[in-house]
């Protein structure tokens, strides 16, 4: 609208709306140290550029104290407040951040108060009367603020705050200085700015990031959480069954625990389990008799198995193993229902699920690593498709524990890492991914001939599944921060690139259309439909 207003001074660093003398300005904190003041209407500035910090400005805010509007300003170690009658400083430097203040808002508390919240690079975040300048608290856990504001929500006054080294935007109550919600954006990128709205009478937050993308997500404050919201270190592999006929992601991580979420609400269906011997290394998850269960297993070479209805073991640890689990996989259309575990010792066991015994023999030709494996059905027996060292997969009955002799051909020495099957037209396929960058970095294979009928094109594959939604067979895949899917009967992406902010860990995908990708030590959830 209008003309570029005409700077006359180095980058706009920050900008609020006043007024002044009956007229909005517009205050611009600049890089050149000084705070300028513009008619937002003529576009003209309105008194000399205000000069007092000793660094650039990052951060304006204005509000009326005591009865005149007045600009409060951060850029060096202090806050500064400004007359905009004048352009006069208001008092004394706040002082006591260690960090240059990058981020500042202004509230009013229940006794009606007026104070700033302030905060920035390698500095607390602090919470100051705005008449005084002296400190009234400090918001814990909110270092290397980035942006902040604030707004009320069912009568309670809160902060909104994003940090630099936190995926999530932090709500706070600002009377407690307690953490009352956390909110995720899914921005690929730390979040630089952050503002509240109401849409369809729904409070909002709207972020944005140094990527260029711009999210909206809804407001929700509840009572300071008792419980986890994420694991506390890196998810290291994930699995979907269903609990009382909710569909759930089972997330297992370094920080030794396996999480059960409900894929609806995000609730966490059960407390974390653990056995409190190691990270957890692999998971997968099935029903057994109507009953849900996991099997995990671990670097300390135990399989675990977990009854997901109770949120506690099904028995003890088994404990054949005799080094770290590489990967599980699970099967119930066989009578056991079984799990079946590879390991850094180079041997594959399987177990009944029902009894948690090993059955069948552990098979020590297998002397080479098995680094990922996936069970599907082949005339109508199981079978578990095992990543080959040199390429490809070969099969092994499920019944018996033994190779069957079918296995693809050729071998280009680089094992196999990934290995993902579903069902196509009633024939079971598989889709595999090795280190080799020559190679295509996604085979696609019949399993019943053991021939390559396609590839999938992507970067680097650090995380793969496969599901059939709505009779559509697709296979999910990561690359680095970012999470696609294709079709696996005509080979063509079907979805857009979505980045994620962190490295993506591990997915998994459902025939109801949900997508979880895990990265870092959180989870998100998307949905997948015929017609995407």
């Known amino acids: 609208m209008g003309e570029p207003f005409p700077l006359q001074a180095d980058s706009v660093e920050a900008l609020a709306i006043a007024e002044r003398h009956g007229r909005q300005v517009v205050v611009a904190g600049c890089y050149d140290t000084t705070v300028r003041v513009w008619d937002l209407e003529t576009r003209q500035e309105v008194m000399a550029p205000i000069r007092g910090h000793t660094g650039p400005v990052y951060a304006v805010a204005t509000a009326v104290l005591d009865g005149r509007w007045v600009a409060v300003t951060g850029g060096d170690r202090t806050v500064r407040v400004w007359d905009l009658d004048t352009g006069d400083p208001v008092g004394s430097p706040f002082t006591g951040h260690s960090g240059h203040v990058g981020a500042v808002a202004v509230a009013e508390l229940a006794s009606g108060h007026l104070v700033v919240v302030s905060g920035g690079y390698r500095t607390t975040t602090r919470v100051s009367d705005l008449a005084t300048g002296l400190p009234v608290g400090d918001l814990p856990r909110s270092a290397d ?3 902040v504001t604030t707004t009320v929500v069912h009568g309670r ?3 909104i705050t994003c940090n630099s080294d936190e995926p999530t935007i932090q709500v706070w109550d600002l009377e407690t200085a307690e953490l009352v919600g956390e909110l995720f954006p899914q921005h690929p990128r730390t979040v ?8 369809d009478g729904r409070q909002v937050v709207v972020s944005s990031c140094d990527g260029g993308s711009v999210r909206v997500c809804d407001l929700v404050v509840g009572e300071p959480a008792d419980k ?5 270190a890196a998810i290291t592999a994930v699995a979907t069954t269903s609990v009382a006929g909710r ?3 089972v997330t297992a991580s370094d920080d030794e625990t396996v999480r059960v979420w409900d894929l609806d609400t995000g609730d966490q269906v059960c407390r974390p389990l653990t056995d409190n011997t190691g990270p957890v290394t692999a998971v997968a998850a099935t029903q057994v008799d109507g009953r849900a269960v996991a ?3 671990g670097k300390d070479g135990n399989v675990l198995l977990w009854d997901l209805t109770l949120g506690k073991a099904a028995g003890a640890p088994l404990t054949t193993h005799s080094r770290p689990i590489t990967a599980v996989a699970a099967d119930n259309t066989g009578d056991p229902p079984r799990a079946i575990t590879a390991s850094d010792d180079k041997t594959i066991r399987v177990w009944d699920l029902r009894t948690g015994e090993e059955t069948g023999n552990p098979r020590k030709s297998d002397h ?6 996936a069970t599907t059905t082949l005339d109508d027996q199981p079978v578990a498709l095992l990543g080959r060292w040199g390429g490809g997969f070969r099969v092994r009955d499920l019944t018996i524990n033994r190779d069957t002799g079918l296995q693809t051909a050729g071998s280009n020495g680089k094992p196999v890492r990934l290995v993902a099957a579903t069902i196509v037209d009633g024939r079971p396929i598989a889709i595999t991914t090795n280190d080799d960058w020559r190679d295509p970095p996604m085979k696609v294979w019949d399993v019943a001939t053991a021939q390559q009928i396609g590839q999938l094109s992507t970067g680097t594959v650090g995380a793969l599944a496969a599901t059939t939604v709505d009779g559509h067979p697709i296979a999910v895949a990561a690359s680095h921060r970012t999470v696609a899917a294709w079709s696996l009967t005509t080979f063509d992406k079907i979805s857009p690139d979505i980045e994620f902010p962190d490295l993506v860990n591990a997915v998994a995908a459902t025939p109801q259309g949900h997508i979880i990708v895990c990265f870092d030590r959180d989870i998100a ?3 997948a439909t015929r017609s995407s």
């Open 368 to 373: 080479r690593w098995v680094h990922d494996l």
């Open 228 to 232: 986890p919201v994420r694991h506390d």
């Open 247 to 249: 569909p759930v992601a």
């Open 295 to 297: 099997i995990t297993g």
């Open 192 to 199: 630089h700015a952050v503002a509240t709205a109401v849409v």
């Open 145 to 147: 603020l980035e942006a």
């Open 525 to 527: 959830v998307l949905t």
């Open 157 to 159: 006054l809160v902060a």
